[in-house]
């Protein structure tokens, strides 16, 4: 068990770029999460992934994001034409299972700057 | 729906002293309930979770914490706070469908000698 890894740590972009971000679970977990933590705030949930299915989506925070997990496995978070109002740390998480009462385990996260 | 506050967005302690770290929820339902740490720079931690099975719940670092359903309240302790204590500590709820997390605003507790 390696723990959930994201890359880049850091990611410094200009306004109106585009951002990628991955995401690579506990290897056994099935659900895979993103949120995303503003200075101050707790994290706020994004997305999650069912194996390869998006099951919930709705609370992206716009269509300029989007998500995938095309295998299953790794997941990718990307950010269109970025916004000064994107910059926040982007966070992983993934569980074994849907069951509410199982922990979700996070990675350390992508903070990301928009200048 | 389920939400959680966090009492205190800053809680300062001694070295050695008493930790107590405030969470109250709402829930239309028998909630599930986690205290999670974050480290500078770093991804959430659990230190621990309610699930129903016991009401006093031991957590790692010698946290604990006790739900109350009559208070609505989640609360964390630690009977001695040590230096390596600092960080930022979040209340989270499950939401009712068990997939997102719903955290609090989080506390920043600081220890000093």
């Known amino acids: 068990d390696t723990g959930v890894s994201q890359d880049p740590r850091h990611k410094i972009t200009k306004r109106g770029q585009n951002v990628t971000f991955r995401c690579d679970p506990i290897?056994?977990?099935?659900?895979l999460y993103w949120y995303r933590q503003t200075l101050g705030q707790g994290p706020e949930f994004l997305t999650y992934?069912?194996?390869?299915?998006?099951?919930?989506k709705s609370r992206l925070l716009s269509d300029r994001f989007s998500a995938e997990r095309p295998k299953g496995s790794f997941s990718t978070l990307e950010i269109q034409r970025t916004e000064q109002g994107d910059s926040a740390m982007y966070l992983c998480?993934?569980?074994?299972?849907?069951?509410?009462?199982?922990?979700?385990?996070f990675g350390p996260g992508t903070r990301l700057t928009v200048t | 729906a389920q939400s959680v506050t966090q009492l205190g967005s800053h809680v300062s302690v001694s070295e050695g002293a008493l930790v107590l770290l405030r969470c109250n929820y709402s829930?239309?339902?028998?909630?599930?309930l986690f205290w999670y740490v974050q480290y500078p720079n770093q991804g959430l931690q659990l230190l621990l979770k309610?699930?129903?099975?016991?009401?006093l719940v031991k957590g790692i670092n010698g946290f604990e914490a006790e739900f109350k359903k009559s208070e609505t309240s989640f609360h964390l302790t630690k009977p001695s706070a040590h230096m390596s204590d600092a960080a930022e500590y979040f209340c989270?709820?499950?939401?009712?469908?068990?997939?997102?997390?719903?955290f609090g605003k989080g506390t920043t507790l600081s220890v000093s000698s």
């Open positions: 998480a993934s569980s074994p299972s849907g069951r509410a009462e199982y922990e979700q385990y």
């Open positions: 290897s056994e977990h099935n659900r």
């Open positions: 992934f069912q194996n390869e299915a998006q099951l919930e």
């Open positions: 829930s239309s339902v028998p909630p599930y």
């Open positions: 309610y699930t129903s099975a016991a009401t």
């Open positions: 989270a709820v499950s939401d009712m469908a068990g997939t997102a997390l719903i």
